[in-house]
Nanobody
Framework: VQLQASGGGLVQAGGSLRLSCAAS????????VGWFRRAPGKEQEFVAA????????AYADSVKGRFTISRDDAKNTVYLQMNSLKPEDTAVYYC????????????????????WGQGTLVTVSS
């Protein structure tokens, strides 16, 4: 599967953005998916994950209650809705897909993902 992330941009603190991760080549509903981010000068970190079944989600504590991961099977696309953005959310965001996980499992470890998108930059100004 090939992944194409988009939707990043510049937004003021408190604002919202929706990132998209469009898949091609295979049906994304057969994969566990996730979002990760890398802030300037920092390690890559887990943001959110959705199970293959679509019934389980997981979030980093830093985004819980503000970010929502979802999937549109008709569009073969995964989304990350980001609300109440903070300057510390500034990062390059990457989507990823895994086809080796259990149907209901969320995958939170980057090394477990075999497919990655190219990243989209989110900048939150204070």
């Amino acid at each position: 599967v090939q992944l194409q992330a988009s939707g990043g941009g510049l937004v003021q603190a408190g604002g919202s953005l929706r990132l998209s991760c469009a898949a091609s080549g295979r049906t994304l509903s057969m994969y566990a998916v996730g979002w990760f981010r890398r802030a300037p000068g920092k390690e890559q970190e887990f943001v959110a994950a959705l199970s293959w079944s679509g019934g389980s989600t997981a979030y980093a504590d830093s985004v819980k209650g503000r970010f929502t991961i979802s999937r549109d099977d008709a569009k073969n696309t995964v989304y990350l809705q980001m609300n109440s953005l903070k300057p510390e959310d500034t990062a390059v965001y990457y989507c990823a897909a895994d086809d080796n996980s259990h149907y209901a499992a969320t995958v939170t470890i980057a090394d477990d993902y075999g497919f990655w998108g190219q990243g989209t930059l989110v900048t939150v100004s204070s």
